[in-house]
């Protein structure tokens, strides 16, 4: 591993076994998990190249149960790791060796579907794609589609504020939750907004979401689900360049078009993705966009030949609008398997996730290319475009010498000159350990400190899913005084990974 944990306290080590036991009084049964072969599972989630097996696994199945092991956690100080589905990118569900991992699995079941008030409330395990399931056969879905929809967990929506091809259009997790259930580090059940449109008070809905598991555990979800369009076509357009594909987006947005989505994939991105999923990808461009129009049919064919027409102006050679439902779905198909399909071309593949300005993308691209050269390694380019979000996949071996150091270097490098153009280091992976150490590229100290109260105001031990996030931990009671003096911080016993 070359991004350091802190390390294990060897007290709580030497307590695993009480730990455990006490963890089988609270969650009876098949609950507990502390066999080490049998948790091998649980040891790594999508950032595969960080491994590290848990202290123990809980899977309880309500929230009296979650609340009693939080308790219990945090008055024996023992660190404790929500985790859904475990494909999280940015290593948000890494276990911890002294720590208790919290797996939501078995809270797998819809609540409620009230269409009268066009909300779904789910416990934080349903997958993503299982809330459109549950109200698809009355015409509705649930926009915010990440890739891995089939298999991540709403909770875990919540708490990376996940986005996906739709987002353009109907916003990220953010905007389609409107409320949750919360448990924090001391057992307390906190209410957080609700079916109603705006909560009272201070916006802690807006809080939680994208908090990665280090604020409180989601143990329900409410989220708006939206009528399906009455028509959906989507367009593939092919372009010489990545640059006039660029431009090309940033002119349909400036038409004041917003398309349901906007996606875009560079040449190696396209022949991976068309040689694994047969989508119908032009072979002979170095850029692809996917641009979906969605709405009243007229509206739709209105739209549709005028982002032809942007396209045309901005160079495009290739276009392809799609003539039924399952052709625009095998459009999609391509996209969403993208990741995957550059699996296959690669042994290991880091995947990024940083956010730009729409109109830095040549600039980025170009950034990009000559990092790809000096650090002697390829990498595929699979964006969100309309949002200006970047999924730079840098293809390595992790069993050369050396090569997931300079993976990791490369990467960094990328998202440092995302932060450069004026954007930010995470578009929708979230920070986790990946970007942990990249904190400080984007904020000053006293930026973090801001932060780490925050955190500190719902878990004062710092036991939530620590190690994540922040690059420095804090003991919360020093914040009031943290002085850093011409570069040097204070404290230097604590832990800084
Ligand atoms: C092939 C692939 C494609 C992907 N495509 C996308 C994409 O298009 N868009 C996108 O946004 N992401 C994408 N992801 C990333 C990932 O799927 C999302 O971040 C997802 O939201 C994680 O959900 P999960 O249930 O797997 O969470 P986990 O990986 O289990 O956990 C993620 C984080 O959430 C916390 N957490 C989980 N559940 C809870 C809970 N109930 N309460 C509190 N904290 C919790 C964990 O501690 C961790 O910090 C992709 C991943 C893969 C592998």
Redesign the pocket.
């Known amino acids: 591993m070359t991004i350091a944990m802190p390390k294990p306290d060897p007290a709580i080590l030497a307590r695993r076994h009480e730990i455990a036991e006490a963890m089988r009084r609270i969650v009876p049964g098949e609950g507990v998990v502390a066999e080490p072969v049998e948790m091998r599972v649980f040891e790594t989630?999508?950032l595969t190249a960080y491994r590290q097996m848990p202290l123990c696994v809980v899977l309880p199945e309500t929230v009296p149960q979650v609340q009693a092991i939080l308790r219990w956690c945090h008055e024996n100080r023992v660190p404790v790791?929500?985790?859904?589905?475990?494909?999280?990118?940015s290593g948000?569900?890494l276990p911890l060796e002294d720590g208790v991992l919290l797996v939501?699995s078995r809270f797998n079941r819809i609540l409620e579907i009230d269409l009268d008030n066009r909300c779904v409330v789910a416990q934080?395990g349903v997958t993503n794609l299982g809330i459109t399931r549950a109200v698809e056969h009355a015409g509705f879905y649930y926009a915010p589609d990440?890739?891995?929809q089939i298999?991540?967990?709403i909770?875990?929506?919540?708490?990376?504020n996940?986005?996906?091809v739709h987002c353009l259009k109907y916003g990220l997790t953010a905007n389609n939750v409107l409320g949750v259930e919360l448990v924090t580090m001391e057992g307390e059940v906190v209410r957080l907004g609700g079916k109603h449109l705006d909560a009272e008070g201070y916006d802690l809905l807006g809080l939680v979401t994208g908090s990665?598991?280090l604020l409180?555990?989601?143990?329900e979800v409410t989220v708006r689900v939206l009528q399906a369009p009455e028509t959906a076509r989507a367009v593939l357009i092919g372009f010489p360049t990545s640059e006039q594909a660029g431009a090309c987006v940033a002119a349909i947005i400036a038409r004041g078009i917003i398309p349901g989505g906007m996606e875009m994939m560079d040449r190696p991105a396209i022949h991976a993705a068309e040689d694994f999923v047969h989508a119908g990808y032009p072979r002979d461009v170095e850029a692809l966009l996917i641009v979906e129009l969605d709405g009243p049919a007229v509206e739709v064919d209105h739209l549709l030949a005028e982002v032809e027409g942007i396209a045309s102006a901005n160079g495009a050679t290739t276009a392809r609008v799609s003539q039924s439902d399952a052709e625009r779905l095998s459009f999609w198909a391509g996209r969403k398997a993208a990741?995957?399909a550059v699996g296959r071309i690669s042994p290991d593949y880091l995947c990024m996730d940083g956010t730009i300005p729409r109109r830095e993308l040549p600039r980025v691209l170009a950034g990009m290319k000559a990092l790809s050269e000096r650090y002697g390694l390829a990498v595929a380019n699979v964006f969100h475009a309309g949002d200006g979000n970047l999924h730079p996949l840098i293809l390595y071996d992790a069993s050369k010498d050396g090569e997931l150091q300079r993976a990791e270097d490369f990467g960094a490098d990328i998202l440092r000159l995302c932060v450069e153009v004026g954007g930010v280091l995470t578009g929708?992976?979230?920070v986790?350990i990946e970007k942990r150490d990249l904190m400080s590229e984007m904020f000053g100290e006293d930026d973090l400190r801001h932060q780490i109260r925050v955190k500190c105001a719902f878990d004062d031990r710092h036991l939530l899913?620590p190690g994540?996030v922040f690059p420095v931990l804090h003991r919360c009671a020093e914040l009031g005084r943290l002085h850093v003096h011409k570069g040097k911080l204070p404290f230097p016993e604590l832990p800084r990974f």
Request: proline share 9%.
């Open positions: 989630d999508a790791v929500p985790r859904g589905s475990g494909t999280s990118l948000g569900s939501l934080p990440p890739s891995s298999a991540c967990s909770g875990g929506n919540v708490a990376e996940s986005g996906g990665e598991g409180g555990v989601v143990t990741f995957p929708e992976h979230g986790g899913n994540k």
